[in-house]
């Protein structure tokens, strides 16, 4: 099945290089089937705002009672390709003994920094349940497609507040498999988008936590734009039922 809508990310390039396949993160599906929130992770032109070259500087925080926290840096790098057009990129994505190793992309015009982390965490999840990649990978596809919450958001952004929408998926609440990884089921990824800042993307929060609203987060990962000011962390509602 052909992947027009794969040009906006150059993400059938960038998951090949990543060793996902065609079926990561984005699904393969007839135009009209694209669901609301892939729409916006995957298909639009997050880039539009930028000139080349420039630097999309992000920082990265860890924190949660389950593993020691960090404080680090997210950058993704862009130039104009030969022919003129936006855009050609790398990225860094944390440094050091945590850096994670990412491919040149091509052709890029939805912002890459959302597949790289979402490429990381599967990694993580892996790391910390033993499970399978693929599978992690599957379950934050569907629900993106079945199942993401889209709700208009403002953010502060340089002393301003932007307009912005948030896209919420807990793709491992009714996963048959939660069982192997109980306290992580309940895990909430949150997504942040705006088109006033710079490459589109004004954030990613991830949270695992027991059940609870006030319990510290067993696992919290947060990746703002430099400049921005992540919202509070909230109640997890799907740790409530995990």
Do not use: W
Request: charged share 25%; proline share 6%.
């Amino acid at each position: 099945m052909p992947f027009p809508a794969f040009r906006h990310l150059g993400a059938l390039a960038l998951c090949a290089a990543l060793g996902l396949g065609q079926a990561s993160f984005v699904r393969a599906a007839d135009a009209q089937d694209y669901s609301e929130a892939e729409r916006s992770l995957f298909m639009t032109n997050h880039l539009a705002n930028v000139s080349p070259p420039s630097t999309l500087n992000y920082r990265f925080h860890k924190g949660g009672t389950a593993e020691a926290g960090f404080d680090d840096k997210v950058a993704i790098h862009l130039d104009r390709e030969p022919n003129g057009d936006c855009c050609a990129g790398r990225g860094e994505f944390l440094s050091a003994e945590r850096r994670v190793v990412l491919p040149e992309i091509e052709h890029a015009e939805g912002n890459p920094v959302i597949l790289y982390f979402l490429e990381r965490d599967v990694r993580d999840m892996q790391r910390l349940t033993k499970g399978q990649p693929n599978h992690f990978r599957k379950r934050i596809r569907m629900a993106i497609y079945n199942d993401a919450r889209v709700r208009d958001a403002q953010f502060d952004y340089q002393g301003r507040r932007v307009e912005g929408r948030e896209i919420i998926i807990s793709p491992y609440i009714s996963d048959p498999s939660r069982d192997r990884f109980k306290q992580y089921a309940g895990k909430e990824y949150v997504f942040l988008l705006s088109d006033a800042v710079p490459g589109g993307v004004f954030g990613i929060r991830t949270l695992s936590g027991p059940a609870g609203s006030t319990a510290e987060p067993l696992i919290l990962e947060e990746m703002v734009i430099d400049g921005g000011t992540l919202p509070a962390v909230t109640a997890n509602p799907a740790a409530k039922a995990s």
